[in-house]
């Protein structure tokens, strides 16, 4: 008996406990407000989380072409993650969505894309809030490393976000 229980005590501090798995509640949407340089994470309505944010570096007005600084506006999914970024962590939008894409087609212009929710440029993550002090991104959405821990864990793949000017 004693050997059962030092087995599972073994095992299980050798299992590696899912992100969520902290008794952190999950956001079911995400919402930024571009004007407020706010970001919301929501569930049934209640916020969250709220962070301040950098955006990109010519943040009015949606995002229209590759290399614009601009970050989009309107309806999109954060769809997958990457945890080995050039960025402390980075959560994918899924920008172009068909309405962005009709409109690039039909101006004949590439509409960019890998636009996400990061953090700071590794290596550099003791800027902290400081980075806020600037739109600097190339239309992507940043928070401090932190902040980006509590969204890694709270925000799931296929959770909506929408943007609003």
Known sequence: MILLCVVAWAVSIASPIPLWAEGTER???VKL????RRLLLLREGRIL??????????????????GDGKT????YVLDWRNPESRYYRSIHLS?????????AQTKRID???GIMIHGLPNGLGFIGEAHRTLDWTD????VTNSEMDEIWRRVPDGTPIEIWP
Request: glycine content about 16%; hydrophobic content about 20%; overall charge positive.
């Open 27 to 29: 956001a079911d949407r």
């Open 33 to 36: 407000y571009k004007s407020e």
């Open 49 to 66: 989380g709220q962070y301040a944010v950098a955006l990109g570096q010519n943040p009015e007005g949606p995002k229209h072409r590759a």
């Open 72 to 75: 989009p506006e309107g309806r």
């Open 95 to 103: 920008y172009p969505n068909p309405r962005d894409l009709e409109r």
């Open 111 to 113: 509409p960019g894309g």
């Open 139 to 142: 239309g992507c959405i940043a």
